[in-house]
T-cell receptor
């Protein structure tokens, strides 16, 4: 049973549009919530991460929104570009080195 | 900087064979982990290590062994391969103090 539930499984967005990926968790002991980006044939790479003491974190076109009471967090990709086409994984952990991953979302950005 | 290096990149085994997946990191990271990635299931933690000589089980440890004799190396052993172990295996390393996990490019393993 996955500790982090991720949706949607895939999405298609036009260039310049907004991609939104949602994740939910049950374990209230989780205190670290990273997002990873993975290109075909490569390992995941950290994109952005948040701790539960803040409700939002923005890095460039990527924003994490965090709702502690609802036990949900989401990734927003603004002004989506074809180079953003990849698989995105949310994750959560109690200690930094033991990550529980969501199932992944494949994002396709159409030019 | 090589980062996290995994070998081999591809491997085909027959049921019952054994093999070792190699993982090496050159960042002097204390933490190392092995994950398997299967379609629709994300990455699942197999085993992890918080330092040389210390290992522990993750979410899906059955059928796999690990050891950590040096800081740099963290091999994963399949003692008797089964078709259910067909997967992509990723090794990761992480420094202490809120550092990100760095992943290798994976080993794609098929068991017939």
């Amino acid at each position: 049973q996955q500790q982090v539930k991720q949706s949607p499984q895939s999405l298609i967005v036009q260039k310049g549009g907004i991609s939104i990926i949602n994740c939910a968790y049950e374990n209230t002991a989780f205190d670290y919530f990273p997002w990873y980006q993975q290109f075909p044939g490569k390992g995941p790479a950290l994109l952005i991460a948040i701790r539960p003491d803040v409700s939002e974190k923005k890095e460039g076109r990527f924003t994490i929104s965090f709702n502690k009471s609802a036990k949900q967090f989401s990734l927003h990709i603004m002004d989506s570009q074809p180079g953003d086409s990849a698989t995105y994984f949310c994750a959560a952990s109690e200690v930094d080195y033991k990550l529980s991953f969501g199932a992944g979302t494949t994002v396709t950005v159409r030019a | 900087n090589a980062g996290v290096t995994q070998t081999p990149k591809f491997q085909v085994l027959k049921t019952g064979q054994s093999m070792t997946l190699q993982c090496a990191q050159d960042m002097n990271h204390e933490y190392m982990s092995w994950y398997r990635q299967d379609p629709g299931m994300g990455l699942r933690l197999i085993h992890y290590s918080v330092g040389a000589g210390i290992t522990d089980q993750g979410e899906v440890p059955n059928g796999y062994n690990v050891s950590r004799s040096t800081t740099e190396d963290f091999p994963l052993r399949l003692l008797s391969a089964a078709p259910s172990q067909t997967s992509v295996y990723f090794c990761a390393s992480q420094g202490v103090g809120n550092q990100p996990q760095h992943f290798g490019d994976g080993t794609r393993l098929s068991i017939l």
